[in-house]
């Protein structure tokens, strides 16, 4: 039930404080209902820290949430009725397809997805602040805290995380 628009404006309600949507599909999903394959419309979106799907109901909605710590990869294909993405969890496999090319931009969908697999919210946060560490670092090194060496180095490993 419903477009990309009102299930894109209602999945808001469901996100964590602080939470927000970076990347949005909408298409039809493949899940199980009561054991039974089924499908429902929906939007697929990509926080900071997750990829959740959300599809309103007539009475009610489905939400199935994806952690990035947890997603193994994500596939992208392109066919005859619109293009899809599957998504391999721990566990869990989710697919999403017949998105149409205004339902949503797939490759920066997916390059969002890849660029945070793995990473838990907290990895995100401490990658943000990359510059901030290497400056308390600097200081360090101005105090005589740490050598040149152990500047240069940890200096190098993070850098190499942005």
Same mark, same amino acid.
């Given at each position: 039930?419903?477009?990309?628009?009102s299930n894109?404006?209602?999945?808001? /309600?469901?996100?964590?404080?602080g /939470?927000?949507?970076k990347?949005?599909? &909408?298409?039809? &999903? /493949?899940? +199980?209902?009561?054991?039974?394959d089924?499908?429902?419309?929906?939007?697929?979106?990509?926080?900071?820290s997750?990829?959740?799907f959300?599809a309103?109901?007539?009475f =009610?909605? $489905?939400?199935?949430?994806?952690?990035?710590?947890? %997603?193994?990869s994500?596939?992208?294909? +392109?066919g &005859?009725?619109?293009?899809?993405i599957?998504?391999n969890?721990? =566990?869990?496999?989710?697919?999403?397809k017949?998105?149409?090319q205004f339902?949503g $931009?797939?490759?920066? &969908?997916v390059?969002?997805?890849?660029?945070? !697999?793995?990473?838990s919210?907290?990895?995100q !946060?401490?990658?943000?602040?990359?510059?901030?560490q %290497?400056? +308390?670092?600097?200081d360090?090194?101005d105090? =005589? !805290?740490?050598?040149?060496?152990?500047?240069?180095?940890?200096?190098?490993e993070?850098?190499?995380?942005m």
């Open positions: 039930m419903g477009n990309y628009k894109l404006k209602a999945i808001k /309600e469901h996100l964590k404080d /939470e927000n949507v990347q949005s599909v &909408f298409g039809v &999903f /493949e899940t +199980k209902i009561l054991g039974k089924s499908v429902r419309n929906g939007v697929l979106v990509a926080t900071e997750r990829i959740v959300y309103k109901k007539m =009610g909605f $489905d939400l199935e949430s994806f952690p990035f710590k947890n %997603i193994g994500i596939e992208q294909s +392109k &005859f009725l619109g293009q899809a599957v998504i969890s721990s =566990g869990n496999n989710a697919k999403l017949w998105i149409k339902n $931009d797939v490759p920066a &969908f390059e969002y997805v890849n660029s945070n !697999i793995g990473q919210q907290n990895d !946060i401490a990658q943000d602040d990359i510059p901030g %290497i400056k +308390k670092l600097s360090l090194k105090q =005589g !805290i740490l050598t040149d060496d152990e500047f240069s180095a940890k200096k190098a993070l850098l190499s995380k």
